[in-house]
């Protein structure tokens, strides 16, 4: 399978992005897509997911109200939509993917080794 991100770039703050990740491949087994960031020195943090049966969404605690993510099932493509964007938001957005199916809990989703594949990246850059 193969994840292809795009939208990122650089931004003011209190700007706002949209990143959309693509899945092609593997993608009848699709359980959940979501995305991770990473800024430079730190751990790669979670962000946001969604189920693909039913479009629940996960989202870190940090980042409800600013960030939405989305789907389009038929495009099989994940969208996060960053809104209010700050300094502190600048990072490596990664799209993830995770097959099968399942019944999981904020917990996993928020875990980097829950998700089966990841794409390359898009860099973020929020100016103050």
């Known amino acids: 399978v193969q994840l292809v991100e795009s939208g990122g770039g650089l931004v003011q703050a209190g700007g706002s992005l949209r990143l959309s990740c693509a899945a092609s491949g593997r993608t009848f087994s699709n359980y959940a897509m979501g995305w991770f960031r990473q800024a430079p020195g730190k751990e790669r943090e979670f962000v946001a997911a969604?189920?693909?049966?039913?479009?629940?969404?996960y989202y870190a605690d940090s980042l409800k109200g600013r960030f939405t993510i989305s789907r389009d099932n038929a495009e099989h493509t994940v969208y996060l939509q960053m809104n209010s964007l700050k300094p502190e938001d600048t990072a490596v957005y990664y799209c993830?993917?995770?097959?099968?199916?399942?019944?999981?809990?904020?917990?996993?989703?928020?875990?980097?080794?829950?998700?089966?594949?990841w794409g390359q990246g898009t860099q973020v850059t929020v100016s103050s």
């Open positions: 993830a993917q995770r097959y099968g199916s399942g019944l999981n809990y904020y917990s996993d989703y928020a875990t980097v080794s829950f998700w089966d594949g």
């Open positions: 969604i189920r693909w049966s039913d479009s629940t969404t």
